[in-house]
């Protein structure tokens, strides 16, 4: 199916093998299961601006309800919005378009991947029809997700049908990647973002299948009779959560490391400067990354129990991993060094990243410390830390990819009056409902509680703040969706390479790119990379 | 025949008389129900045992927990004019540690008895080790203790749950066969009944007692151990069935990707030798 035919016909959409209408499928499931779970989280901040019963029907069955708003906002945002809104758009619609290939290695196996993904999410979205909703949180932790009345088979299902479609996405990139590059292309011409989810999709491919597993020996428990997290029937509990964050942890790169690679791309650009520290970002940050990112998992059961060795021991990785995300850091940072840079809305979003980066990243210090983390892991800061590097900077990472991309993809430029306001609404919004969770939590206040009438009555202040910052949130995320949406029908002809970039989806390819991608086979010599700019 | 008749009648009565009382009269039974003895073990797991107490060793002289080596104990609740369970007991851990190879008594741990019968003396424990610990047959790292102050034996027993019950009729205590493996600071870590468990499931126990201080070369051993986990309701190890799945998904990560590359490899070798017949 090609790209250029006449008219809307669902039925070249439901069947493609197309890799951009596929990325493009992958955004609007992204975009549908981001809506649903940032009306979750609304619902969550409404009833916590005030300590008792706000808008659950009643004190005795509002820990349920609320348990169900969790979920539902935990697994739409991180299995249905981010890992696929980065690598199921971002990865499907540029990858081949910035290495020079025509399509991916396996196009069929690439729209099964995307079948998959929609699959999962009508799954997850029958939470809200089902008379037991799953109320497991993302996390789905035995012995409650084996005794709960909530449908856990829902949330199972749900963790297979992306799980698989991320394994089979990942197999395609990096087949893709490996053996489909433009002839003279070599490793270290790669564009940033290609190398970065090269990076996180080995993780990926590696992780999620012992996630895949660990979710069906909970079916088997929750459903078939099995005691694989019963202890009192030779099970172990606590391997769930080994298992779980065995994947779960590393998945915070399969985020992390497009979304820097998305920053990479704009900030080059916008910047006109090459990529500062090209190799030490990508071989001493990505790739050490891949390397640790497997050791650090047990730092999420500090509380849990464990021989003191391996405590100090997962400090230590914990702590190390910021040597290559601080890497990286150093090298966007760098690479806006004396550069002619230009701002628009992308790089709002890439400025506003540096922040919460630093925010993110300095906040979880104090976390990967055992110490610490005793006292202040299960509270609102932890919550806050990890919106902040997690939610926040991966979803605006995927508002720059869109934004930055945008006319490529339609052919069209966006609002920038509503797009600019749609972003200090964003960033406006999250600072107010993130930082006094910061506050709160250092003062005691405990994550997931739907009611804190226990706790001192200052909290409440600053939860009715943090919804206040909610609601503006919702109003810039509003803007900003729509500004995609009306721009995309009746918005400006934008010309082929609007930002001056010289990586090859600007430079080599109509604006949209039709079927097959470029006119003509790509070469690039010894010399070419996406960021030879010459000022 | 009306004699015999009423001879019959009251030999009849006499035995529904006899019948009904025997069905009436409570069996007496010699036999304890068992499950008096069962021990709530999570409630117990990472009690401390020990510490505030002083035992007497073999030869009569005081000595603490705090005395022996810092490593793992395997504890013995007995009393040693016991001609029963408690040397049988004895000569299966015995038995047992035989097999268990990957840490030694009186390297990586201890065994400690402790008698519960106040009525032990330094010379019925001496001669209990002297059945037990032939001199043919010396086992290293095994003590040998009584209580200095016999009113700790409740209290202290009482701690990890251990109960046990003297039966004036038969002369003997009535107790578990239990052996308790406390960690280096005397903290419980896993309940095994000796004549009900392998070599492999003390080995076990023994390396989760030491989790937090094994050497450089258990480190194996210790990796091993974590493919089993404790069964409550069986009282012995298992393999952790979730342990070899999750492994084995990762290695299915792993093979994909190398799998994929190779099945890309051979289609577009394919693709480009038709392309070479077509031309």
Same mark, same amino acid.
């Given at each position: 199916? +090609? ?109 099964? +991947? ?45 963790? *297979?049908?992306?799980?698989?479609? +991320? ?45 895949? /597993? ?85 730092? *999420? ?42 701002? #628009? ?38 919550? /806050? ?8 900077? /991966? ?101 082929? #390479?609007?930002?001056? +970039? ?34 | ?73 395997? =504890? ?20 047992? =540690? ?107 126990? =023994? ?44 290695? =299915? ?27």
């Amino acid at each position: 199916m +090609s790209t250029a035919s006449s008219g809307f016909k669902l039925g070249e959409w439901i069947f493609t093998t197309d890799h951009k209408r596929i990325g493009i499928l992958y955004l609007i499931g992204s975009i549908a299961a981001f809506a649903v779970a940032g009306i979750m989280a609304l619902l969550i901040r409404i009833e916590q601006a005030a300590p008792g019963p706000t808008i659950v029907s009643d004190a005795f069955t509002g820990g349920d309800q609320y348990n169900v708003w969790l979920y539902f906002h935990g697994a739409a945002m991180i299995l249905g919005f981010l890992i696929p809104g980065l690598t199921g758009f971002a990865a499907n619609y540029l990858l081949p378009l910035m290495i020079g290939a025509k399509d991916v290695a396996f196009p069929r196996i690439n729209a099964l +991947s995307v079948w998959l993904f929609w699959a999962g999410i009508v799954v997850a979205l029958l939470t809200f029809i089902v008379p037991d909703k799953p109320d497991v949180m993302w996390t789905g932790y035995p012995p409650y997700s084996v005794t709960t009345a909530g449908n856990t088979a829902l949330y199972v299902f749900t963790v *297979h049908l992306m799980g698989f479609s +991320s394994i089979l996405a990942a197999v395609n990139f990096l087949v893709t990647i490996i053996y489909m590059r433009a002839p003279g292309m070599g490793w270290n011409q790669l564009n940033m973002f290609v190398w970065s989810c090269f990076t996180a999709l080995i993780i990926q491919l590696i992780f999620v299948p012992v996630l895949a /597993a660990a979710v069906t020996l909970l079916l088997f428990d929750r459903y078939l009779g099995t005691h694989f997290f019963d202890p009192a029937n030779g099970g172990d509990v606590l391997l769930y959560q080994n298992l779980f964050w065995f994947y779960s942890h590393p998945a915070v790169y399969v985020i992390f490391l497009p979304a820097m690679g998305i920053f990479y791309e704009i900030f080059a650009t916008m910047a006109k400067n090459p990529i500062f520290n090209y190799k030490a970002a990508v071989y001493g940050g990505m790739c050490c990354i891949v390397l640790i990112s497997g050791e650090v998992w047990v730092h *999420h059961l500090y509380y849990s129990g464990m021989p003191d060795w391996l405590r100090i021991g997962q400090m230590v990785t914990t702590l190390l991993i910021s040597v290559p995300v601080g890497l990286m850091t150093i090298s966007l940072f760098g690479t806006l060094y004396k550069g002619a840079i230009t701002f #628009n809305i992308p790089m709002y979003y890439g400025t506003a990243s540096l922040y919460l980066l630093l925010i993110g990243g300095l906040t979880g210090i104090p976390l990967a410390m055992t110490v610490m983390s005793v006292h202040l892991g299960e509270t609102s800061f932890t919550h /806050a830390h990890f919106h902040f590097i997690m939610g926040i900077f /991966a979803t605006f990472s995927v508002f720059a990819a869109v934004d930055f991309w945008f006319p490529k993809i339609t052919g069209k430029m966006l609002n920038p009056a509503q797009g600019k306001l749609g972003f200090w609404l964003n960033f406006i919004g999250v600072n107010i409902t993130f930082w006094p969770l910061f506050i709160i939590g250092v003062e005691g206040m405990p994550r997931r509680y739907w009611d804190y009438s226990q706790f001192p009555s200052h909290f409440a202040g600053y939860h009715k703040v943090a919804t206040l910052g909610a609601i503006i949130v919702a109003i810039g995320m509003i803007l900003t969706i729509s500004n995609w949406i009306i721009s995309a029908i009746k918005g400006e002809k934008a010309p082929d #390479n609007p930002w001056g +970039s010289n990586s090859l989806e600007w430079t080599h390819t109509a604006t949209p790119p039709g079927p097959g991608n470029f006119p003509a086979p790509v070469t690039v010599d010894a010399t070419w990379t996406p960021y030879s700019y010459k000022r | 025949m009306r004699r015999l008749t009423g001879v019959t009648f009251l030999l009849l009565i006499w035995m529904i008389a006899t019948h009904a009382w025997a069905i009436s009269k409570p069996t007496e039974n010699s036999d304890i129900d068992p499950s008096l003895f069962r021990i709530d073990e999570q409630k117990y797991l990472g009690v401390k045992f020990g510490n505030e107490v002083t035992l007497l060793d073999e030869k009569g002289a005081p000595l603490a927990f705090a005395d022996l080596p810092g490593l793992p104990f395997v =504890l013995v609740p007995a009393y040693y004019t016991c001609d029963g369970a408690c040397f049988n007991v004895g000569v299966a851990l015995k038995e047992l =540690l035989k097999d268990v190879k990957a840490v030694q008594a009186g390297k990586g741990f201890n065994v400690v008895f402790v008698s519960f019968d106040k009525n032990d003396t330094t010379e019925s424990l001496n001669k209990f080790v002297q059945q037990l610990d032939r001199p043919d047959d010396p086992v290293p790292g095994w003590r040998f203790t009584r209580y200095q102050n016999p009113e700790a034996i409740q209290t202290e027993m009482g701690k990890i749950g251990y109960k046990f019950f003297w039966s004036p009729r038969d002369k003997t205590f009535f107790h578990p066969t239990l052996i308790v493996i406390l960690t280096a600071e005397g903290r419980v870590a896993r309940y095994l009944n000796v004549l009900n468990v392998t070599p492999k499931d003390v080995e076990l126990a =023994l390396l989760e007692a030491k989790s937090n201080q094994f050497r450089p070369s258990e480190t194996l051993d210790y990796l091993v151990s974590l493919c089993y986990s404790y069964n409550f309701k069986e009282g012995r190890y298992t393999l952790s069935i979730p342990v070899f799945v999750g492994l084995g998904s990762f290695f =299915l990560g792993i093979g994909l990707l190398f799998g994929s590359l190779w099945i890309y490899r051979i289609y577009h070798r394919k693709n480009i030798m038709q392309r070479g017949e077509h031309s």
